[in-house]
């Protein structure tokens, strides 16, 4: 099937429906990649971005138990705040301009903690920008200590905090949460949370993992819960569409044992091009997440509307505890090199995507 002209010209407005996402999925996929990557040049034109950064894992302990969670360990470390600014100190020596911490979520782990780590990196490290946190272990952090989620974001943004990660996104379903992420915020709480963290001028990016148990629909009611949120605030920056990596862990070992697999490069790329579609004149940047795509395949996504590349990473013990098999780093010469190789022009960005 070909695409309905009324389908194209309402994802040029910007107005396109879940119905038309539904229809996109029958349509020949080649055609379907050709309109993202006409909406992704009138939006963004031909420049692809990419960032120099570090992954940081503060601990690898948490307190939830999401199924699809491969990273966390029941004793595991937490780093000190010395041994964060060591790791810093050594992006910043390999050309790093962000850092992007993460973790789980624990009772130690409270606002001040948070705001120490990033009061110590801005002190040391003033160019370093600092990504991290998620919306769930701030929520979380904040209501340990029964403060305001929006005065938790302040004092954050204050302390030095360039950008809050979109992750525990998941599946913004609750139906999907309670089968994947039962002790996770739900659908609103996240909502909220992310919006209070807009609210007070920090912004974030925005996530989606898919690939497990969600249907097509779920994926779409994500996204445009997404853009509902960037109507309303304006704040992401971007969007990863993440797949699911479905090793040694529980929801990825049931996936396997009923016989369904891995998402397909196909697939990967017809999410990358409906989320276009979906996002066209609300978000602008769509990130080919190469460390779980692989970077054959994150090259061919830049043709079917993604803009930009994601980060050199350095260490990735997300992807790489689930079953990641695309290394932990792409040196900025090899992601100019894919980005050149695709008939693009490199730009070095930070997390706001300015340019550098
Ligand atoms: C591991 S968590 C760390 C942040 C924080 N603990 C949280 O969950 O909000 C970061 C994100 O990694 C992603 N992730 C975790 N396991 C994954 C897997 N097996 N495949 C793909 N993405 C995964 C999820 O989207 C998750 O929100
Ligand atoms: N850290 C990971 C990223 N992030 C890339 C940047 O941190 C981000 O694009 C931006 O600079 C902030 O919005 N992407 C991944 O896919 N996986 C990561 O672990
Ligand atoms: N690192 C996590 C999620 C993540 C995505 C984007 C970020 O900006 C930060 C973290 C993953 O690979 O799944
Ligand atoms: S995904 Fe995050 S919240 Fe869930 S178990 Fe892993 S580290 Fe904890």
Known sequence: MTIPEEIIERAHRGKA??????ALLDVNPFELYTLADN?????????VTYVTNRNIYITNMCKGHCGFCGFREEKGYILTIEEILEQVGQAEKA?????????????????????????????NYPNMTIHGFSPMEIHYASSLSKTPIEDAFSELKKSGLGTLTGTSAEILVDRVRKIICEDKITTDQWIETIKASHRVGLRTNATIMYGHVETWEERFDHILTIRDIQEETGAFTELITMPFMPYNNSVGE???????????GMEDLKMI???????NKHVDNLQACWVKLGKKLAHVALSCGANDLGGTLMEDQITLASGGANGEYLSPEELEWIIKSAGRKPMLRNALYEEI
């Open 17 to 22: 429906t879940k119905e038309d996402a539904i």
């Open 39 to 47: 909406l992704r040049k009138e939006a963004v034109g031909d420049t």
């Open 95 to 123: 050309g790093a301009v962000e850092i992007c911490i993460q973790g789980g979520y624990l009772p130690q782990l409270d606002l001040e903690f948070y705001n120490e780590i990033v009061k110590s990196i801005h002190t």
């Open 254 to 264: 049931e996936m396997l044992r009923s016989g369904k697999f891995m998402t397909t």
């Open 273 to 279: 091009a409906i989320a276009r579609v979906l996002l």
